[in-house]
């Protein structure tokens, strides 16, 4: 059974880990499927009784009331403990994936687009972006910073169609926190029961994402991450997540084809890394950085005013000393971007793990 799984998520995208940089911005994605499925929907309550008053005493109304919101309690709790365990078992599914794709960047990265389109300034869901699964749709995927994540939408999309009940915002969060954990990285303490958005007519508009050379990059990363309710402290920490993955100059613009780090892969080989091991999830790409001594390993502009800034600067010097604080850091604000914008069902969400 275990081979069979994986022969169809090979076949779905034999090159779908080519792509890592979650600042790429460059040649439109090819086209997707445009699939929409909403996830498990909550029993609504029955129908109130209509007994004549003089049929039940009061004691009785209270407790016919009182059994019929236990039922719908019941109800409610088998249908979320229905989709956590679809969505463990959907886990262990991307764990396969990754032992053999080593996708872990470009799954990150699909987390994080389709959150990072949040707007703390619109109420309403869903033109407030965030994590609402609609990076599925072409008109998004095709957004010069999403280059290349079609391949990810790949990768996951038999996995979806072996769960069809599960999100698309839940699948992309899941993936994305799951690759982070199996890279060496912290327990990233998640919350599931997103909503999908049901039509590409609900992406958002481009340039949301974060631009990776602009002119004034701390300037620039303020502005974006601020516009999601971000800080600074959580701009720099987010930043780390670039110990993974290689950025490809076909797609973005930046970074060298290949470099002694990528040449031989793992996966499709070239594109130039932030770090030397760049499968494993550590605070290297803040020791990096800051020495900027190896030719062979990428610094963006958006990365070196991480050292530059006075503010980000404090706590880029704590996370190349202490990963053990980068680690805490990083999980608490993975959590919250990957909830940015989401709409629960139920309100409050659940967890996979206690």
Known sequence: MAAQRLAALHAAAPS???STSSA?????????STTALLPVALPRAAATLRAAPSRLLPQEAKAAGSGRSVRCMASASAAVASGAAELKAAREDIRELLKTTHCHPILVRLGWHDSGTY???????????GANGSLRFDVELKHGANAGL???????????????NISYADLFQLASATAIEEAGGPKIPMTYGRIDVTGPEQCPPEGKL???GPSAPADHLRKVFYRMGLDDKEIVVLSGAHTLGRSRPERSGWGKPETKYTKNGPGAPGGQSWTA??????????KEIKEKRDQDLLVLPTDAALFEDP?????????????EAFFKDYAGAHAKLSNLGAKFNPPEGFTLDG
């Open 16 to 18: 779908a880990f080519s």
């Open 24 to 32: 790429s911005h460059g040649r439109p994605a090819a086209r997707s």
């Open 119 to 129: 707007d703390k300034n619109i109420k309403e869901w869903p033109q407030r972006g």
């Open 150 to 164: 079609v391949n990810a939408l790949k990768l996951v999309q038999p996995i979806k169609d072996k769960y069809p």
């Open 210 to 212: 974060p631009d990776a």
């Open 277 to 286: 091991e760049w499968l494993k999830f550590d605070n290297s790409y803040f």
């Open 311 to 323: 503010t980000f600067k404090v706590y880029a010097e704590k996370y190349a000393e202490d990963q």
